[in-house]
């Protein structure tokens, strides 16, 4: 609301700049949220915005936050689109720090396209230049993305293997919103294992830590991944939406 409210002023004074950041920040929150379209309006109006101001740097954020946008609908075609564009603006302006975020994000859009390879290319490199530049948030996004991966392609051994290394990172980051994340990933990796009390647990943990973080995205996809592991006769298993935040 407060953002909102000063979206408002700054359209009133005509700060461009301003109102770009402004668009950004509530097409983050409408991200966070699940409201997809939302975000992309805002995150598109403020391209134009920063296109206008020939604000480089902003334009590739801007690029960077549409095509994860697009990654949460499916749309894969214009998700690695906006990161090839945002990852050559980024090579350009020698923003090494941006180039180790756009490595990870033109993985994930590689393991959507089943291309497991290219991911963990990717992935690897994100975490090289990461830790080049000591950038702890971007060496754990790529330790949590190459884990997942592993879990994706069905390399289970790999991704049990990788998994402490991905949680002293996490740690090491500081950022406690990626908990969840991890507790998915361990009920994904105990699932497949045999492990089914223990993977339960860990898929309740992160669907909990989503619900409280209102990320009913991430907590969207922690469902399923729980919903993909259960068998039929669990019917519990529909309890965090019947409490879960609002979208």
Not at 81 to 86: I, Y
Not at 149 to 152: A, I, K, L, P, S
């Given at each position: 609301e407060l953002t909102q409210k000063g979206l408002a002023i700054k359209r009133k004074i005509g700060d461009r700049a301003g109102?770009?950041?402004s668009l950004d920040i509530i097409g983050l929150v409408d991200m966070e949220k699940g409201a997809i379209n939302d975000a992309l309006k805002n995150f598109n109006e403020a391209l134009s915005i920063k296109e206008k101001l020939r604000d480089r740097l902003g334009i590739s954020n801007s690029l960077n936050y549409i095509g994860n946008a697009h990654l949460l609908t499916g749309d894969v075609a214009k998700a690695e689109?906006?990161?090839?564009?945002?990852l050559k603006m980024r090579e350009e302006l020698g923003d090494q720090s941006g180039i180790a975020a756009s490595y990870n994000n033109m993985g994930s859009v590689a393991v959507q396209k089943g291309e497991y390879s290219q991911a963990e290319e990717l992935f690897s490199k994100a975490r090289a230049l990461a830790g080049q530049t000591g950038e702890k948030e971007f060496i754990a996004d790529a330790c949590v993305n190459l884990t997942e991966?592993?879990?994706?392609a069905n390399q289970i051994g790999r991704a049990a293997a990788l998994l402490a290394e991905t949680k002293q990172a996490v740690s090491e980051s500081g950022i406690e919103s990626r908990l969840p994340a991890i507790r998915r990933l361990e009920g994904m990796i105990l699932a497949r294992t045999g492990k089914g009390r223990e993977s339960r647990e860990m898929f309740e943990a992160s669907a909990s830590g989503f619900e409280a973080m209102h990320s009913s995205g991430e907590m969207a996809m922690t469902l399923y991944e729980w919903s993909m592991t259960m068998p039929p006769d669990e019917p519990e298993i529909m309890r965090p939406i019947q409490t879960g935040a609002a979208g």
């Open positions: 109102i770009a950041t689109d906006a990161h090839v564009r945002c991966m592993y879990v994706r």
